[in-house]
Nanobody, 127 residues
Framework: EAQLVESGGGLVQPGGSLRLSCAAS????????MSWFRRAPGKGLEWVSG????????QYVDSVKGRFTISRDNAKNTLWLQMDTLKPEDTAVYYC????????????????????WGQGTQVTVSS
């Protein structure tokens, strides 16, 4: 059974940094496109960033470009999201997600295209 477990969230002041981790198990991690999503208070789920199987391609929503960096280590079955220069509007529960099919080479922002989700980790940016 495929599983994803996020960690690394917390409370941070504006301008600070956090690094989220997502540990994958139960599937061949290196075959799958992976993404981070977030849900801010009172809002819907928003795609934040995605990364191709071999890390050659990364994408970001405009609001985090230049501040967030997605990465993965296929040998360690781990996905990360480095978040720098955090803003109060980044406050949300962050989720990692696995794309539904192997070897996907494009970008997907649609939650329906993902079949495995972690439990989420809370990120709060506040002074």
């Amino acid at each position: 059974e495929a599983q994803l477990v996020e960690s690394g969230g917390g409370l941070v002041q504006p301008g600070g940094s956090l690094r989220l981790s997502c540990a994958a198990s139960g599937f061949t991690f290196r075959y799958y496109y992976m993404s981070w999503f977030r849900r801010a208070p009172g809002k819907g789920l928003e795609w934040v960033s995605g990364i191709s199987t071999g890390s050659s391609t990364t994408q970001y929503v405009d609001s985090v470009k230049g501040r967030f960096t997605i990465s993965r280590d296929n040998a360690k079955n781990t996905l990360w999201l480095q978040m720098d220069t955090l803003k109060p509007e980044d406050t949300a529960v962050y989720y990692c997600a696995k794309y539904k099919t192997r070897y996907y080479t494009d970008t997907s922002y649609d939650i329906k295209d993902y079949d495995t989700w972690g439990q989420g980790t809370q990120v709060t940016v506040s002074s």
